[in-house]
């Protein structure tokens, strides 16, 4: 290790070694250059003067010889500026280049924060002049931020998720459609606590079971603070193929409603008219006349899907579809008792003819 590290620095001190050597050669040299001058000059003068040893001649032997050194003296420092001159430009070529560099990257800097600063108030103007609640925007915002300061990992990453499906959410509903795995009770339920005027439901044997879960209380309760506090009107039609699947239990369950102020009724397929008859029918749920809930079984009869439909057309679609069989199912002076009612009650016979509210 001595050694290398002795060798290395000698090796550091032979650089400027070599400068000084190789600046005393040359000068050595121009040295003698003009002495061999001073001599030639001499020994001219002596051969056109037979005066040997006369004061001009040596006088004009040492002006030419130092006039040789001073010549190639001056040369040298001619060069020696000009490459120093040559090195100053490039390196003020080479500073302005790094500061107009800079001053891109600078430019750039600031315009990219002017730009988000643009794009953020744009954002924050676009949400303030929104009919929604500007407030609870905020408040997710910040709420996201703490959140990513303080927050473990997992929870960074569970709240990134969150964030990820709400925005997904927002943007489905902006091109007024939405759908999720499943059956989204939750979605159920808010959209019941949002509902102003109607809420209009078919309730076919895909979701008998949900009605005695733990959401379908929370479903019926809403509906119930709905018709309490802002009078919406509410109507559901519990859907059979066969008058043999009206059973005490659908009959219960249909006047459970009624207790909770739902208008809910019962209609047999096989009984209604052919065109309140709909083989294809899914479960949906229209609020207010503007979105149709609906959900769609898969090969076991169970909701695989949910989706949210905004579209004029479709929703108006599903709306006159109700209409038809709410008229088809509604009661008649003439109703009689259901010969396969197994605890009282009765079946709804379809009206006829068919009339639109």
Same mark, same amino acid.
């Given at each position: 290790m001595n050694g290398a590290t002795t060798t290395g620095a000698g090796g550091l001190r032979s650089v400027p070694q070599q400068g000084q050597d190789q600046r005393r050669s040359k000068l050595f040299l121009k040295t003698l250059f003009a002495i061999l001058a001073g001599g030639a000059a001499f020994f001219v003068t002596n051969v056109l003067n037979e005066d040997n040893g006369a004061l001009w001649q040596w006088t004009m032997s040492i002006v030419l010889g130092s006039a040789t050194?001073?010549? &190639? *003296?001056?040369?040298?420092?001619?060069?020696?500026?000009?490459?120093? &001159? #040559? $090195? &100053?430009?490039?390196?003020?070529?080479?500073?302005?280049? $790094? =500061? $107009?560099?800079?001053?891109? #990257?600078? +430019?750039?800097?600031?315009? #990219?924060?002017?730009?988000?600063?643009?794009?953020? @108030?744009? =954002?924050? !103007?676009?949400?303030?002049? %929104?009919?929604? +609640?500007?407030?609870?925007?905020?408040?997710?915002? *910040?709420?996201? /931020?703490?959140?990513?300061?303080?927050?473990?990992?997992?929870?960074?990453?569970?709240?990134?998720?969150?964030?990820?499906?709400?925005?997904? =959410?927002?943007?489905?509903?902006?091109?007024? @459609?939405?759908?999720?795995?499943?059956?989204?009770?939750?979605?159920?339920?808010? *959209?019941?606590?949002?509902?102003?005027? /109607?809420?209009?439901? @078919?309730? @076919? $044997?895909?979701?008998?079971?949900?009605? %005695?879960? #733990?959401?379908? +209380?929370?479903? *019926?309760?809403?509906?119930?603070?709905?018709?309490? %506090?802002?009078?919406? &009107?509410? +109507?559901?039609?519990?859907?059979?193929?066969?008058? !043999?699947e009206v059973t005490r239990d659908l009959r219960e369950l249909c006047e459970r409603h009624r207790k909770f102020g739902i208008d809910a009724r019962i209609a047999v397929r096989t009984l209604l008219e052919p065109t309140a008859q709909m083989n294809s029918l899914n479960d949906f749920i229209i609020f207010d006349g503007e979105l149709s809930y609906e959900t769609e079984p898969d090969i076991h009869v169970m909701p695989a899907k949910t989706t949210l439909k905004m579209t004029r057309e479709h929703v108006e679609e599903r709306v006159n579809r109700f209409d038809v069989l709410w008229e088809a199912t509604e009661p008649t002076p003439d109703s009689a008792p259901d010969p396969a009612a197994d605890g009282g009650g009765t079946v709804t016979r379809p009206a006829d003819p068919l009339r639109q509210p």
């Open positions: 050194l001073i010549v &190639q *003296l001056l040369v040298d420092f001619g060069e020696r500026l000009e490459a120093v &001159q #040559e $090195s &100053q430009k490039r390196r003020i070529r080479d500073m302005r280049d $790094s =500061l $107009s560099a800079h001053h891109v #990257e600078m +430019r750039a800097a600031v315009d #990219e924060s002017f730009a988000k600063i643009n794009a953020a @108030t744009e =954002l924050y !103007s676009k949400v303030d002049g %929104s009919v929604l +609640r500007s407030d609870e925007v905020t408040r997710l915002v *910040l709420g996201y /931020t703490k959140v990513g300061e303080q927050g473990a990992d997992i929870v960074k990453a569970f709240a990134e998720e969150e964030l990820g499906r709400l925005a997904l =959410l927002m943007e489905n509903l902006g091109n007024r @459609t939405a759908d999720c795995p499943g059956e989204n009770h939750e979605w159920l339920i808010d *959209l019941t606590r949002c509902v102003k005027r /109607t809420l209009y439901a @078919t309730s @076919t $044997s895909v979701d008998r079971d949900f009605w %005695s879960s #733990e959401p379908a +209380r929370r479903y *019926l309760a809403a509906q119930e603070t709905a018709i309490k %506090s802002r009078r919406v &009107q509410i +109507r559901r039609v519990f859907l059979v193929d066969e008058e !043999s």
